[in-house]
Each structure stands twice: as C-alpha cells, then as structure tokens.
C-alpha cells in the first residue's frame, strides 16, 4: 500500500532556531501534500495544502512567513518552522494524495516538535 | 474550522463489547471517511463512504451515513484491547480535497 515517510520523530530545539519536517511518499506520486497541526488531546487542524510545483495554499490565521511549505518534487514536501517558540510546540502531521485518489490520504506519523 | 463534531468524546468499553461512535457535520459533503489514531502516531485510514452511499463494511468495522441528517456513525464490532486509540470523521468536499477532521472520540477497550 501506499507509504508516506515523515522525519524527524522528534525533534527539540531552541527558541529561534528554524527546524525542517520532510515528508516523502515512497511509492506513488503525490500530487497534492497536506500538513496538519495537532495539539494535544486535540482534532488535526489543516494548516495549508501545497500542490508540486506552485505556492503553498495556507488556512486562515497561518502565518506564511512562519511555516514555509516547499514542494518541488512530486515525493517530497518539506515544513520549516522558522524562529521556533515555545507556542509552536506541537504535534505536526503531513499526508499526500496522488491526482488519481487511488491512494486516498497516506498520512505520515508525525513530527513531534518541542521548543525550549 | 472544525466540522465534524465526534460523540462521545471518550468511551471505555470491556473487550469483546461493541463501540459506536457518532459523527456530525454542516456542510454538503463529497464523502465521510474515518481514521484512527494511536497515542503520539499518524493517522490510519480506515474506511470512506461516499455521500451516494448509506452503509459500508469493512471486517468488524460497519459505517452508516445519513445526510439528510448530516450524520455519520463508526461501529466497531466484538472490540479488542489492540482497537484502543482515538477515532476521527473527516468529511471531504469540493474540487480541493481538503479534509475537514472531527474533535474525535478517544476509545478505550479494557481487556
């Protein structure tokens, strides 16, 4: 079936720092990447939709600037957290889609992310 | 914003029991589906019906789907300790695939 690989696991780093989350599928192409925020004992909340090749679409109230989503391939998409704080300590989640939905959604296991 | 709205929020059942959870949601919907979730992991497809469609199966899972009252329910037949884990609605729409996740419902099947 079909596999999307998410590292790190984990990751800790320090206030100001910027830290990156890739995302792979490892067999189908995935045309459409999703990325969710997940707090604890929470639901996912979308925080954009990237589509291979063109800007990432962000929900409302994600700030841009903060969470870049780069998607330049068709297997991989990658979020980076920059000037982590403390607040954006979460549980951060992607999934992938192929363009024929044969897949559905593969999510990955997520990305627990810890600023101090 | 969150659509979906899971009930019960949490359900403790003995092993063997059967688990039913409900979701609803507001908007016109592509397709329902549901996913499962252990503590700390990613989310686990489970099963998609579409909104054409009123039950489906799925080994001891059984899905219904009501739209006319935008409702959806997830029964989990003769539970096991291993089917403890947090259940989520996602509900499907427009040409954008987004999904739209319920606050979901944490199951606890005690052995």
């Known amino acids: 079936g079909a596999v999307v690989s998410q590292h790190p696991s984990r990751v800790i780093c320090k206030s100001g720092t910027s830290v990156k989350i890739e995302c792979r599928s490892l067999?189908?192409?995935?045309?459409?990447m999703f990325w969710y925020r997940q707090f604890p004992k929470q639901s996912l909340m979308l925080m954009a939709t990237s589509n291979e090749g063109s800007k990432a679409t962000y929900e409302q109230g994600v700030e841009k600037d903060k969470f870049l989503i780069n998607h330049a391939s068709l297997t991989l998409s990658t979020l980076t957290v920059t000037s982590a704080h403390p607040e954006d300590s979460s549980f951060y989640i992607c999934?992938?889609?192929?363009?024929?939905?044969?897949?559905?959604?593969?999510f990955g296991s997520g990305t627990r992310l810890t600023v101090v | 914003s969150q659509q979906g709205e899971e009930d019960p929020q949490a359900l403790s059942i003995q092993e063997g029991e059967n688990a039913t959870m409900n979701c609803s949601y507001k908007?016109?919907?592509?397709?329902l589906q549901w996913y499962r979730q252990n503590s700390g992991r990613g989310l686990v497809h489970l099963i998609l019906?579409?909104?054409?469609?009123r039950e489906k199966h799925s080994g001891r899972l059984r899905v219904t789907l009501d739209t006319s009252k935008k409702s959806s329910s997830l029964l989990i037949t003769a539970s096991r300790a291993a089917d403890t884990a947090s259940y989520f609605c996602?509900?499907?729409?427009?040409?954008?695939?987004?999904?739209?996740f319920g606050k979901g419902t944490l199951l606890t099947v005690n052995p």
């Open positions: 067999d189908f192409q995935a045309t459409t």
């Open positions: 019906i579409r909104s054409n469609e």
């Open positions: 999934s992938a889609r192929d363009s024929d939905g044969n897949y559905g959604y593969t």
């Open positions: 996602a509900t499907g729409r427009g040409s954008n695939y987004k999904l739209t």
């Open positions: 908007t016109s919907i592509n397709n």
